[in-house]
């Protein structure tokens, strides 16, 4: 599959900063009467989560019957942003959607046309940011430029609360001692693991450091039930690293819980030769951090998909080839829909979201499945063998990954003008590379790195190409993109891109056909 790039946001773009401006009687009673009701909504929820044992009843107890009322709060989400967020005013009106009704009247947001069109304060309830206890969280845009993402301490600690629940749920133990070694810093997935794990276990924030988790494994010993939270590809370095040692793996009980990109079932499955059991949390910077986890459950069905086509055909599409990770998801708190080009489109319902996300597309590929689909397809039989202990009672999210030109590495996302620079600036072959896309390999250790394929003319030398390329790419990357230059610094693999030469029309290039260039192949 082929897909274009996305549009540049210029880093000097200006941004818009409508004011809230005064309301109409009839617009406060209606913020009033909207605000009472999400609350409601809201506090309900909050119950659902004060404690560890009721998240888990409420993710087994779930009810279909419940995703109309999440549709509803979705809907009021969205009504109560159009008089109470300047930004969201400002965009309904441009839309023409003023009068917006249903909820598929209310037009997609997305990072192009909403949060890179106005300022932060504008698209926060009442058009106010400062607060107390409000953190600023990081990722990087299209072309290196850093995009800010605030989130209050209210809505801080729902997080929180749904990531220590489920834990508890998943890695059940007396003494849980959680080593957190995604990225520290401005980076959402790092510093706010750090902070839901404490509720529930002892923490050591190592960040991507090999030795230094090595240290805390052998100082501290086999008395504690471990879960290592990282990057997949961070994992199987650690594995790889205590190997090599001679770590008494036998000795102690270690989990993975992984987040930041896709695992294939070959990656989980040499993990699991030496972790008790690896599972996978989706969330997006944009919009929240555990939009969904996998459950024993989900791993099962993912595992019978890879060889099941009358499975795929059933729940994914007549034909569909991919394999896509599978998350539970609660339609309550973050509510799910796929539009018709199969993008996903997320709706914060939580009130205490600072900065509401209203039919957010952030250019995620997705089918969305309820238990009963899944009962259907499977058979009663096959349906009840695959339940696990966890037993979550909740939807499915099926994703394919981003429906752009990115790739996602290490916790980076890598984007083709990036990698044009690299490629072009200061390069003595400069003028022998006809035009590039980008790939991902998996390389026989069951690792994957990203892949620059070149389509050269005449005669060149591919090994000082390929070495100058890697370089400058590498370079410039390091350059332009904080969360590429951080993963550099605390591991120096993620240096590692692949160059391949091709000549004219060979390669991925002899699918490429079309006059306007494309950047990105799958199945290269």
């Given at each position: ?486 993963s550099l610094k605390e591991d120096p693999t993620a240096a590692d891109l692949r160059i391949k030469v091709f000549a004219l029309g060979e390669g991925p290039f ?15």
């Amino acid at each position: 599959m082929i897909f274009q790039s996305p549009p540049l946001i210029s880093p000097f773009m200006i941004r818009l900063s409508p004011a809230l401006g005064p309301l109409t009687p009839r617009q406060r009673w209606r913020r009033a009467r909207l605000q009472a009701y999400s609350w409601t909504l809201t506090g309900a929820y909050r119950l659902g989560a004060l404690h560890p044992a009721i998240w888990r009843m409420v993710a087994r107890g779930y009810h279909p019957a419940l995703d109309r009322v999440a549709a509803r709060h979705a809907r009021v989400a969205c009504q109560f942003a159009a008089v109470d967020v300047p930004a969201y005013r400002h965009f309904l009106h441009a839309h023409g959607a003023e009068r917006a009704r249903r909820l598929a009247d209310f037009p997609e947001t997305t990072k192009q046309n909403y949060a890179g069109a106005y300022d932060e304060a504008s698209r926060c309830q009442e058009g106010r940011l400062h607060r107390p206890g409000v953190i600023v969280d990081e990722s990087s845009g299209s072309s290196g430029k850093p995009y800010n993402w605030v989130r209050g301490p209210r809505e801080l600690k729902g997080i929180y609360r749904n990531a220590a629940g489920y834990i508890e749920l998943v890695f059940p133990g007396d003494r849980l001692f959680v080593i957190n070694a995604y990225s520290m810093g401005a980076w959402a997935t790092g510093t706010t693991t750090g902070a839901a794990m404490a509720r529930i276990a002892m923490v050591k924030n190592t960040g991507p450091d090999l030795e230094k988790i090595a240290d805390t494994l052998a100082h501290f010993g086999p008395g504690y039930d471990y879960v290592v939270a990282a990057y997949p590809p961070f994992l199987k370095h650690l594995r790889d690293r205590l190997d090599e040692a001679g770590f008494p793996w036998q000795e102690y009980r270690i989990r993975g819980m992984v987040g930041g990109e896709g695992m294939t079932e070959a990656l989980r499955d040499y993990l699991e030769e030496r972790f008790e059991e690896v599972r996978s949390g989706y969330g997006a910077s944009d919009l929240t951090i555990g939009m969904g986890a996998e459950s024993g459950f989900s791993v099962r069905l993912r595992k019978r998909l890879a060889t099941d086509q009358r499975l795929r055909d059933a729940l994914l599409g007549p034909g569909e080839q991919r394999l896509p990770m599978i998350f539970h998801y609660n339609p309550l708190e973050t509510f799910l829909e796929v539009n018709d080009d199969g993008e996903l489109l997320c709706t914060l319902n939580t009130k205490s979201c600072l900065q509401p996300k209203l039919r957010y597309n952030v250019g995620d590929e997705a089918r969305l499945r309820t238990l009963a689909d899944v009962r259907r397809a499977l058979g009663d039989d096959d349906y009840a063998a695959m339940w696990t202990d966890e037993r979550m009672n909740l939807p499915l999210l099926f994703l394919f990954g981003r429906k752009d030109s990115t790739i996602s590495y290490m916790g980076a996302n890598l984007y083709p003008q990036d990698v044009e620079y690299g490629l072009y600036q200061g390069n003595p072959y400069a003028a022998a590379i006809n035009r590039f896309c980008l790939s991902l390999e998996e390389l026989p250790g069951l690792e994957y790195r990203p892949v620059i394929n070149l389509e050269v003319r005449g005669e060149v030398d591919e090994q000082a190409l390929a070495d100058i390329c890697r370089k400058g790419v590498v370079a410039h990357l390091s350059a332009v993109s904080r969360d590429f230059a951080e993963s550099l610094k605390e591991d120096p693999t993620a240096a590692d891109l692949r160059i391949k030469v091709f000549a004219l029309g060979e390669g991925p290039f002899a699918r490429l056909t079309k006059m306007k260039n494309v950047y990105l192949v799958k199945d290269a």
